[in-house]
T-cell receptor
Framework: GQSLEQPSEVTAVEGAIVQINCTYQTSGFYGLSWYQQHDGGAPTFLSYNALDGLEETGRFSSFLSRSDSYGYLLLQELQMKDSASYFCAVGDGGATNKLIFGTGTLLAVQP | EPEVTQTPSHQVTQMGQEVILRCVPISNHLYFYWYRQILGQKVEFLVSFYNNEISEKSEIFDDQFSVERPDGSNFTLKIRSTKLEDSAMYFC????????????FGPGTRLTVT
């Protein structure tokens, strides 16, 4: 089967750094993406790793290790508005590269 | 900034009724998708569409589901005979050929089957 596992909840305080891990087991792989979702709204693309290493986009960074089937999203200088669900997703590399989503991590940022 | 739009935002229907969920993808995108999310669960792929035909579908996308691109802008998901377990948020998404990995999602249609 195909699975992407994430911690269900993470809590952190404003200004802190938090890391959300994702381990995956999929039959195809065309990169690891991260999406943010506020209160059941539209998932919003945050970051993408096609190759091993770190990608930085402002306060957000994402890391991938293909040999370990593992990645993480790093959020720095946390703000209250970062409270949301975060999903990792693997593109399956098929004709339209459908996304296989992880179980999601609910991040609660406290003052 | 271009965005994916969906209508209606909320649809309530009785079991056995047909519903059509509508989406307008980003205009220059070529790949279109429907996903669904049952409350509190992960987002699940339903179907992808390219070049006016279904490219791939999941096990969830059985004979009661169909998709159409009736004109150059709209992309629809039809559920022929709704069941209670079809209650979910349905998201439309689109992507362009150069950035396959970056899918843009619409705000979703919350479908409630009673």
């Amino acid at each position: 089967g195909q699975s992407l596992e994430q911690p269900s909840e993470v809590t952190a305080v404003e200004g802190a750094i938090v890391q959300i891990n994702c381990t995956y087991q999929t039959s195809g792989f065309y990169g690891l993406s991260w999406y943010q979702q506020h209160d059941g709204g539209a998932p919003t693309f945050l970051s993408y790793n096609a190759l091993d290493g770190l990608e930085e986009t402002g306060r957000f960074s994402s890391f991938l290790s293909r040999s370990d089937s593992y990645g993480y999203l790093l959020l720095q200088e946390l703000q209250m508005k970062d409270s949301a669900s975060y999903f990792c997703a693997v593109g399956d590399g098929g004709a339209t590269n459908k996304l296989i989503f992880g179980t999601g991590t609910l991040l609660a940022v406290q003052p | 900034e271009p965005e994916v739009t969906q209508t209606p935002s909320h649809q309530v229907t009785q079991m056995g009724q047909e519903v059509i969920l509508r989406c307008v993808p980003i205009s220059n995108h070529l790949y279109f998708y429907w996903y669904r999310q049952i409350l509190g669960q992960k987002v699940e792929f339903l179907v992808s569409f390219y070049n006016n035909e279904i490219s791939e579908k999941s096990e969830i996308f059985d004979d009661q589901f169909s998709v159409e691109r009736p004109d150059g802008s709209n992309f629809t998901l039809k559920i022929r005979s709704t069941k209670l377990e079809d209650s979910a948020m349905y998201f439309c998404a689109s992507s362009d050929a150069d950035r396959f990995h970056e899918q843009y999602f619409g705000p979703g249609t919350r479908l409630t089957v009673t």
